[in-house]
């Protein structure tokens, strides 16, 4: 009878410890499962920072650009235009559509000179397209005036792009009008 009860008793310590050891395994994966899901987001948080980086240096110097190119146009309107300062006439703003065709820029566009960009190095320097256009008619005793719509790219240091759009990087177009009453 003795070896009766004890195998009662030892019974469900055997079951126990089967239990456990499911327990122990599904705890397990849970654990990495998670540190699997806190990996991939800590990755994912690098990727977008390092995004936002690219986005903000294709920012700056895409702004560079645009003011280089403003600065360039005011010193045209002053009839003192800078040495291989590219400018295009445009009888009507609304006829300035040169910058929207990817193969002018090659030709047509002005490359913002490394003095300018300080210490970040940009294998694709910044370039603006700058087209001069009449506004309007002038009125009989107004100041005269000169425009022009500066269309600006900026590309960030990781920038590899082709014709037909970027392939790596980043890359921000700005655009201003410029008016110089004299």
């Known amino acids: 009878m003795a070896s ?7 019974s469900p310590r055997a079951s126990a410890r089967g ?6 395994l599904i705890l397990l994966v849970v654990i990495g499962l998670s540190s699997a899901l806190a990996i ?8 977008i920072a390092s995004n936002v980086r690219a986005q903000g240096l294709a920012m700056q110097a895409a702004e560079m650009a ?17 040495e291989k300062f590219i400018l295009q006439s445009v009888a009507n703003i609304d006829d300035a559509i040169q910058w929207q065709k990817r193969s002018n820029w090659a030709s047509m566009a002005n490359e913002v000179p490394t003095s300018v960009l300080g210490s970040t190095s940009y294998p694709q320097p910044p370039l603006c ?6 506004l309007a008619p ?3 005793g107004a100041l005269t005036e000169r425009a022009f719509q500066i269309t600006a790219r ?15 990087g980043a890359e921000v177009w700005l655009q ?7």
Do not use: W
């Not at 201003?176 to 004299?182: C, G, H, K, Q, W």
């Open 154 to 168: 900026g590309f960030s240091p990781d920038y590899e792009g082709t014709n037909a759009g970027s392939t790596n």
């Open 19 to 24: 239990v456990v050891l499911v327990i122990a």
């Open 4 to 10: 009766s009860a004890m195998r009662t008793l030892r």
């Open 176 to 182: 201003s009008v410029l008016r110089v009453f004299y």
């Open 129 to 134: 397209l700058v087209e001069e256009v009449e």
């Open 138 to 140: 002038p009125k009989p």
């Open 66 to 82: 645009l003011r280089h190119c403003e600065e360039q146009a005011r010193q045209v309107a002053q009839n003192t235009p800078p």
């Open 40 to 47: 991939r987001t800590a990755l994912y948080g690098d990727v």
